[in-house]
C-alpha cells in the first residue's frame, strides 16, 4: 500500500444519500412483535456491537433497508457510525438517527469512510453541541481520488486499503498470539485442569492483607520537570493511562532506576505491572519486594486487585501516593495454612490469560468471518 495517492476534499451530502427512515419505539415492541417473524437487527445509539442492541421479530412494515444494501447508519447525539448490510430495526431517537447509501459502498470502503467521518465530526461536536443531520451533510472530509480532476472518491483504494489494514491487524494478533506460548487456537481452549484452577479458585479460602505485608520497598518517584529531562533509553513513569504512564525516555544522572518485576500505582490510583527497568516522577509509587521473589503472574494477580481496593478514592483533589500505600487491604487465596497462595494465583492468571485469547481470537473469526461472506455476496452479485 506504499503507493503515492492523491486526496481531495468532499461535501458528505455530495457522496451520501439519506434515506426514509422508519423508527420503533421499544415500548411498542411488544405489541408488534410476530411470533414466527424473522429475525432482524434492532439498530440504536450506541458504539459498542455495531450499535446493534439485539434482534427482534417485528412485523417487516417496520423494516429499514428492505433491499438489503450496504449503507451507514449515523448517530448525532454521539456521532457513531456503523455499517449495516441487512434489512434492520431501528430504535426512536428523535431526529438523532439516520442511514446514508451510495452505490459504491461495500463492507470494506464503509470502514474506511466510517473511520473519517468519526474523526472528523467527533474532533467538532459533542453531545452538547450535537452533529445534526444538516451538519453532518454539510462537513468536509478528505477522501482519496484516482487523480485530481476526479469527482468521486476511490472507492476502489478505500475497499483495498481496508482489507490491508484488517490483514496487519490479524497477522499483528497472531504474533502476539504465538508470543505469549500459545502455537494454535487449540492451545487455549480450556481443558479440564483449567476448569479445576477456576473452580478451586471460586471456592478458596481468601486472608486480607496489607501492601506493607507484600512488599518490604514502597518508594515514591523524583520529580524532573519535561524540560530538564536529557533523552535517553530509560523508560519515566508519570501519571496516567495513556501508554501506562510512559511518558518519555531519559538518561539524567539523579533519577533512581527501578526494577522490573514491579508494580507503580499513581498519584489517581492507576496500577500496572512493570516488566522492564525504569524510573518515575513523585507522583508514582513504586511496590517490589527485595527479599521475595514474587513471579510475573503473582503480580499481575496482585495488580488489579489493588487497583480494585483503591477505586473511585483519588482523584485531583485527593491524590494518591506512597504513604498511602502500606496501609491498603487486598484479599488474596490462602492454603490451609493460612499462607498466600501463589500456586493458585500462578494457576488462576494462566487460565485467564487462556480465556482472553480465546476470546480475543473468536472475535477475530468471526469478524474475517463477516468480510469472508460479505466478499462472496459481492462476487455473486
Excluded at 431526529?95 to 467527533?122: A, D, P, Q, R, W
Excluded at 473452580?199 to 501492601?211: E, L, R
Aim: charged content about 25%; glycine content about 4%.
Amino acid at each position: 500500500m506504499n503507493i503515492l495517492i492523491e486526496y481531495k476534499r468532499f461535501r458528505v451530502g455530495d457522496i451520501l444519500t439519506w434515506q426514509k427512515k422508519i423508527q420503533i419505539r421499544p415500548l411498542d415492541i411488544p405489541s408488534l412483535t410476530i411470533e414466527d417473524g424473522q429475525l432482524y437487527p434492532f439498530v440504536g445509539q450506541s458504539s459498542a456491537n455495531n450499535a446493534i442492541f439485539g434482534y427482534l421479530r417485528v412485523d417487516p412494515r417496520f423494516l429499514n433497508n428492505i433491499e438489503s444494501e450496504p449503507c451507514i447508519i449515523a448517530s448525532s447525539n454521539t456521532q457513531e457510525f456503523s455499517y449495516v448490510d441487512t434489512p434492520f430495526f431501528l430504535k426512536e431517537a428523535g431526529g438523532s438517527m439516520s442511514y446514508m447509501k451510495n452505490e459504491n459502498l461495500n463492507l470494506h470502503n464503509s470502514l474506511y469512510l466510517i473511520t473519517v467521518l468519526k474523526k472528523e465530526l467527533k474532533s467538532r461536536y459533542t453531545y452538547g453541541i450535537k452533529a445534526t443531520n444538516e451538519r453532518i451533510r454539510e462537513s468536509i472530509i478528505q477522501l482519496p481520488v484516482k487523480n485530481v480532476n476526479s469527482t468521486e472518491p476511490n472507492w476502489g483504494y478505500m475497499d483495498r486499503y481496508a482489507k490491508h489494514i484488517l490483514d496487519k491487524y490479524v497477522n499483528n494478533i497472531d504474533k502476539y498470539f504465538q508470543k505469549l506460548g500459545f502455537r494454535n487456537y487449540e492451545d487455549v481452549l480450556l481443558q479440564e485442569y483449567d476448569k479445576h484452577i477456576l473452580n478451586k479458585h471460586a471456592h478458596s479460602n481468601f486472608g486480607i492483607f496489607k501492601v506493607e505485608e507484600l512488599f518490604d520497598t514502597i518508594k515514591r518517584g523524583k520529580r524532573i520537570k519535561s524540560f530538564d529531562r536529557i533523552p535517553g533509553n530509560l523508560p519515566f513513569i508519570t501519571a496516567g493511562v495513556d501508554k501506562m504512564g510512559l511518558s518519555d525516555y531519559i538518561c539524567n544522572p539523579e533519577v533512581e532506576v527501578f526494577p522490573e518485576n514491579s508494580l507503580t500505582i499513581d498519584m489517581f490510583g492507576n496500577t500496572f505491572y512493570r516488566n522492564y527497568k525504569y524510573g518515575a516522577d513523585d507522583h508514582v509509587a513504586v511496590l517490589y519486594n527485595s527479599t521475595t521473589e514474587y513471579s510475573k503472574k503473582v503480580l499481575l494477580y496482585i495488580q488489579p486487585t489493588i487497583k480494585k481496593a483503591i477505586a473511585g478514592k483519588f482523584s485531583y483533589s485527593r491524590n494518591f501516593y506512597a504513604s498511602d500505600a502500606p496501609a491498603v487491604e487486598i484479599k488474596l487465596p490462602i492454603d490451609e495454612s493460612g499462607n498466600i497462595n501463589k500456586k493458585l494465583m500462578e494457576d488462576y492468571i494462566s487460565v485467564i490469560e487462556k480465556k482472553v485469547i480465546q476470546n480475543l481470537r473468536r472475535n477475530i473469526d468471526k469478524r474475517i468471518g463477516i468480510l469472508s461472506e460479505a466478499v462472496l455476496q459481492r462476487e455473486r452479485s
